[in-house]
């Protein structure tokens, strides 16, 4: 029997991050250029019904049974024998490859998710709507971090531009006007259940100040909207660099990743800002897509370890 395939892509916070967990709105959009591979193999001659599970760019070589009742990969697996009301499953093999990198606010751990939870329900003849999927996704993002707002989930799910509000249905952003972005990424991890826990630290010291910070950022990420709307690029770019302004206040950014802002801006971008988690992880830069590989070129110079351009889609 072949094996059969999912997919997932990479993700990244165009504006709101932090904010969104709050209870703001953050516009995300999906990254194809990078995604997650989960391939399932049966294994008709097991009679033990062993489930396999490979994933060799972390050196993953187990079986389901033996992973604790906790972990994403159980967690997975229970949610989706449980939506299709399956207790038993057949011997497979399951093989995760990535090229999403880890830890680096693109959204690795949903994406894995995402496209184990796909590859799960196809192999098993009934493949889940992204409802489910997103949902699944969000149940095993809270052992990344404790509390997720589901934003990563939902946009890696739907693999569409989302505006999104914690608790909220999700709306999809009409696109009149084909956007590219450059993303660069630091090369300093950055540990998202860490930094949202030590902000929640500090809003809890002072929580005025910091609500009035999510409240601007509330602003932003509805101007971003409308801009987006209407293809005003120049707006949205500007909307960017504050966004950025607002998560140096939240001590969210590092000297690098305001370096890289800056190195993005001076080559030419519209608007640049640190995207996810922050404390390291990527900047992105709204650009116009012919001063795309010179400002790619400029953040590597910069110190940036990686670059991805990517364009985001007329929807
Ligand atoms: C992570 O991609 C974005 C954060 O706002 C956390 C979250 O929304 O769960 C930092």
Redesign the pocket.
């Given at each position: 029997m072949p094996a059969i395939y999912a997919y997932a892509p990479g993700?990244v916070?165009l504006t709101g991050?932090?904010a969104?967990?709050y209870g703001r709105p953050?516009i995300a959009v999906p990254v194809h250029e990078v995604r997650v591979r989960a391939a399932i193999q049966a294994n008709p001659t097991d009679s033990k019904g062993t489930v396999h599970i490979l994933a060799p760019d972390i050196s993953l070589d187990t079986v389901l049974n033996d992973m604790p009742a906790d972990h994403p990969m159980s967690i997975i697996f229970r949610e989706v024998q449980k939506e299709l009301g399956i207790e038993h499953l057949p011997a497979l093999t399951l093989t995760v490859t990535s090229t999403i990198p880890i830890a680096a606010?693109l959204?690795s751990g949903a994406a894995i998710s995402v496209a184990i939870s796909r590859v799960l329900s196809s192999f098993l003849g009934a493949p889940l709507p992204e409802e489910s999927i997103s949902r699944i996704a969000f149940e095993t993002?809270h052992f990344y971090?404790g509390?997720?707002?589901?934003?990563?989930n939902t946009v890696i799910s739907y693999g569409r531009m989302v505006f999104f509000i914690r608790g909220k249905p999700i709306e999809m952003l009409a696109n009149p006007l084909a956007f590219t972005l450059v993303i660069a990424d630091s090369g300093k991890k950055s540990l998202?259940g860490k930094?949202?826990h030590d902000l929640r630290t500090r809003v809890e010291i002072d929580p005025a100040r910091y609500q009035a910070i999510f409240d601007r950022s509330e602003i932003i990420s509805r101007s971003a909207r409308e801009a987006i709307e209407q293809g005003d690029h120049t707006r949205l770019g500007t909307l960017l660099s504050d966004n950025h302004f607002l998560l140096q206040q939240l001590a969210v950014s590092t000297a690098h990743l305001d370096l890289l802002v800056k190195t993005a801006m001076e080559a030419g971008a519209l608007g640049a800002k640190l995207s996810?988690?922050g404390c390291g992880g990527n900047i992105i830069a709204l650009v116009d897509a012919n001063s795309a590989k010179s400002i790619a070129s400029a953040l590597r110079s910069a110190g940036a370890v990686n670059t991805i351009i990517t364009t985001v889609p007329r929807s």
């Open positions: 993700k916070i991050e932090h969104v967990v953050a606010g959204g993002d971090h509390t997720p707002s589901g934003i990563d998202t930094v949202v996810g988690a």
